[in-house]
């Protein structure tokens, strides 16, 4: 498929796997057929990804409000996190895909814990494509607990109250370390950010698509890309 793929492609893609629910509904089916649905295609795209040459991924996989759903769908969701954790270790392996967590992993499940450190230890030294899955995440309260760690820092008197700048800031967020994302894909037709990347995405491209994220194809991705390669990205300049 490597033809019809535009020369400029992002360094930083986002995606908010988002429609699972409305896609099992058209089909009468429960919502958790549609999480396992929204799944298996993260794992399939997360493949193409790293086989076009992204460089990083994030996608959206569980947010600090979606706490709020009924709790079957919630547990639901923990199994197949771990279903799905556990079959990327095998997988991933050969792509060479490098998985970290964004948000406050410590509120699941004590086996989903250990399950997701070992995917971490064992992505350690691996060269592709970084696979950064944003679970228990919020925007807000990544700031949150960035400025917390800052303020903590200024007390015990390791950094200045000078030094709180937007460098520091970046450097205490859950993707420390890594580019801004440039473009950021929101399947489901949403027209919002849902709290996803807030800092990060001061000056991400959006593309709104009106699919669902189970039927969302590799040629769906091409097309956003294409977008994102025809926009003319200005940084407040002319
Ligand atoms: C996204 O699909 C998956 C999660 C938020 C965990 P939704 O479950 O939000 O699907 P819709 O938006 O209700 O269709
Ligand atoms: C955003 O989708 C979160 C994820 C896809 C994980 P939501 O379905 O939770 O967002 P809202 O409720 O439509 O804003
Ligand atoms: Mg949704």
Redesign the pocket.
């Known amino acids: 498929m490597g033809e019809t793929l535009p020369q400029k492609l992002p360094v930083h893609l986002g995606i908010i796997?988002?429609?699972?629910?409305?896609?099992a509904k058209r089909r009468g089916l429960p919502?958790s057929a549609?999480?396992a649905a929204?799944a298996a295609n993260f794992k399939k795209i997360t493949r193409y990804c790293a086989s076009i040459g992204i460089r990083y991924l994030t996608v959206y996989?569980?947010?600090t409000e979606?706490w709020t759903r009924p709790a079957e769908e919630v547990s639901a969701?923990m199994v197949l996190f771990r279903q799905y954790l556990d079959e990327a270790l095998r997988d991933f392996r050969d792509d060479e895909i490098a998985v970290r967590f964004l948000g406050d992993v410590s509120a699941f499940p004590k086996k989903l814990q250990e399950l997701i450190r070992e995917t971490e230890e064992i992505s350690v030294g691996r060269t592709g494509m970084v696979l950064n899955i944003a679970m228990n995440y919020g925007g807000r309260a990544e700031l949150t607990h960035a400025f917390r760690t800052l303020a903590q820092k200024v007390k015990d008197g390791s950094l200045a109250p000078e030094e709180v700048t937007e460098e520091t800031i970046s450097s205490a967020l859950y993707t420390a370390g890594q580019p801004d994302p440039d473009l950021i894909i929101r399947p489901?037709g949403e027209h919002r950010t849902s709290n996803f990347l807030l800092w990060q995405s001061a000056y991400a491209e959006y593309v709104v698509m009106d699919i669902?994220?189970p039927d969302f194809r590799p040629e769906d991705l091409n097309a956003a890309l294409w977008e994102y390669a025809n926009r003319s990205r200005r940084f407040g300049g002319v």
């Open positions: 796997m988002d429609g699972n629910g409305r896609w919502r549609g999480h929204g996989a569980f947010s979606n969701l489901s669902l994220w």
